[in-house]
């Protein structure tokens, strides 16, 4: 059974950098889609970043394009999100999510992916 660990998350002052790592147990790694996810308080869990199996594709939310950058180490079963130019609107837990079907298939239907991390408060000070 694949599990997710989320490590990285606490408090940086705007535009400062952190970087989340999400280490995933299980000998299939290189299977799953993996994909970053935040949830501020009293709000909706919001897609923010995906990326295939074999990293050769990314994705993500429009708010966050070219501040931040998803990539995978299938050698150590890890995904990173670099998270640079931090606003406070970016404070929130951050979810690492698995799913074995598509990039696309996550950013749009995240109520059914197949595995999540706890999660990993980031706090974004202005």
């Known amino acids: 059974q694949v599990q997710l660990v989320e490590s990285g998350g606490g408090l940086v002052q705007a535009g400062g950098s952190l970087r989340l790592s999400c280490a995933v147990s299980?000998?299939?790694?290189?299977?799953?889609?993996m994909g970053w996810f935040r949830q501020a308080p009293g709000q909706e869990r919001e897609f923010v970043a995906a990326?295939?199996?074999?990293?050769?594709?990314?994705i993500y939310v429009d708010s966050v394009k070219g501040r931040f950058v998803i990539s995978r180490d299938n050698a150590k079963n890890t995904v990173y999100l670099q998270m640079n130019s931090l606003k406070p609107e970016d404070t929130a837990v951050y979810y690492c999510a698995a799913d074995s079907r598509t990039i696309t298939y996550m950013r749009s239907s995240y109520r059914y992916l197949e595995v999540w991390g706890q999660g990993t408060l980031v706090t974004v000070s202005s």
């Open positions: 990326i295939s199996g074999s990293g050769g594709r990314t």
């Open positions: 299980g000998r299939t790694f290189s299977s799953y889609v």
